[in-house]
């Protein structure tokens, strides 16, 4: 992500009404310690938290950070498994537990707000564990993080360590006890919840998952397993749950990962209704198929057919009801684009529309613009494309040969723009369904060392690649990559 889709990301968080954002690690980049400072000047209501290791050169760049935010807090970790202790930190257990002592005092001395990791926690031996959590909370900790690393971890056993955790670290009522949990063995969700029923106060999760390797708990999971079992569990959070498909929706559009239509609480079927026996039970009474409503998470069930003959007023409800909020501009220019695809399209679908508001975040301050394109391709003639794009105020036009028309396309583009940008990855999906359906097209491209995604949607296929890229182009040209 760059530095603005971060900020976007951070508001849609505050608004999803979030306790913590952990909004990077500072010590990593000068790229990553603006973003982190940056969150933390716009974000209100929120603590906003920087990851540090226990060292403190990290610990003064997370304090630098997060020093402006309404909320600082500093996050910091240090392994204590014996594999870890052993081949990462080459450690003893003793100096783990002088390091743990020193780094939390340091950080308490800038920031009142400390948390501690005992990084692999659940591949700990207790015994130590509950040692080096106490040495945590005597220098100042007031949270203490219990991660699952690798996602070793089960369910009963996470609930084991929060349990021992409870009645054997000197000074825990003074501190919170949190997990972090991995998917790897796909548990991370399992095991945050039984931590929860142990006792835990704080989870840490991601929005659809995502995260290293496998990825981390769900953040919609986690929240609608509280809400609906509210019964077994006892607990809850202050999570606005209206705001989980938006915000699922956001990342899924700035990173350029979709969620498989399975996923659980926010995947397109979730809510969806195939079998006649279901459909027949829903219809009768919605409980015997749905123990969620999706109005819950801010999807609504009501559906307008939206069309070419619809007007701006019923445009303008639609986006509402699925929780967008457009200036007069952006919902003139969004209601535009909209009419375009009308004419080409009967019926326009929800997904249509989201693809539609994506496209205004996408295109915003364009350098480069298509003006048009000519490609000439057949099973028998190399494939060449002819592209016109508006740089300036000037059409700038170059025609180029290649493998097929989106590589001679792309090649003609490089010409035009005398840069070398190399095509990473190219993905390409429907958006919506049936054979006037969008398609959507997302690249990763790169520019020397630098990395960006571009993302386009369009009936046209061709066009979408040729936008997409240009999407990722214009991005190295105006916004600083992080």
Request: include cysteine; aromatic fraction near 6%; glycine fraction near 6%.
């Amino acid at each position: 992500m760059n530095l603005q889709e971060k900020l976007e990301v951070a508001l849609q968080l505050e608004k999803l009404n979030v306790d913590i954002i952990e909004a990077g690690f500072a010590a990593a980049s000068p790229g990553d310690f603006e973003s982190v400072s940056e969150i933390a000047k716009i974000v209100k209501n929120a603590t906003v938290a920087s990851l540090c290791r226990a060292v403190e050169n990290d610990i003064d760049l997370a304090y630098q950070a997060v020093k402006y935010a309404a909320n600082p807090r500093i996050h910091t970790f240090l392994a204590a498994s014996p594999i870890h202790m052993k081949y990462k930190l080459k450690m003893t257990e003793d100096e783990v537990l002088e390091r743990t002592a020193y780094a939390v005092a340091y950080a308490k001395k800038l920031c009142s707000n400390v948390e501690f990791s005992a990084e692999d926690a659940s591949r700990s031996d207790k015994v130590f564990l509950a040692k080096v959590f106490s040495a945590a909370i005597a220098n100042g900790a007031v949270v203490i993080n219990v991660p699952d690393t690798v996602g070793y971890s089960s369910p009963e056993e996470m609930a084991d360590y929060i349990t021992y955790i409870k009645t054997h670290v000197d000074g825990i009522e003074k501190a919170e006890i949190s997990v972090h949990c991995h998917n790897d063995l796909g548990l991370a969700v399992s095991n945050t919840l039984a931590s929860i029923k142990a006792g835990a106060a704080q989870v840490e999760c991601t929005i659809n998952g995502i995260g290293e390797r496998a990825g981390n708990a769900s953040l919609e999971e986690i929240v609608m397993n509280l809400r609906t079992r509210k019964d077994y569990y006892n607990a809850d959070c202050k999570i606005d749950a209206k705001q989980i498909y938006r915000s699922s929706k956001l990342i899924q559009t700035i990173t350029g990962v979709p969620v498989a239509p399975s996923k659980a609480i926010v995947g397109d079927n979730a809510f969806a209704h195939e079998a006649g026996i279901h459909q027949h039970g829903v219809l009768a009474e919605r409980s015997t198929y749905e123990i969620m409503k999706p109005q819950d998470i801010g999807i609504p069930q009501n559906k307008m057919v939206l069309g070419k003959h619809s007007g701006k007023y019923a445009f303008d409800d639609r986006l509402t009801e699925l929780g967008y909020r457009l200036s007069k501009e952006e919902l003139d220019e969004t209601f535009t684009r909209f009419k375009v695809l009308a004419d080409k399209k009967k019926v326009i679908s929800d997904g249509d529309l989201e693809a539609l508001v994506a496209m205004k975040l996408d295109t915003a301050d364009q350098y480069y613009k298509l003006d048009n394109f000519a490609i000439n391709s057949g099973s028998k003639i190399a494939a060449t494309s002819t592209i016109s794009l508006l740089i300036d105020g000037n059409i700038v036009e170059a025609v180029s040969g290649g493998e097929g028309p989106v590589d001679a396309s792309y090649k003609a583009i490089n010409n035009i723009i005398g840069k070398t940008i190399e095509l990473e990855d190219y993905f390409i999906r429907a958006v919506t369904e049936g054979e006037d359906a969008l398609g959507e097209v997302i690249v990763k491209i790169k520019q020397g060392d630098k990395k960006t995604i571009g993302r386009a949607v369009s009936t046209d296929i061709i066009e979408a690649s040729i936008l997409a890229y240009l999407n990722g182009v214009n991005k190295f040209n105006k916004i600083q990559i992080i």
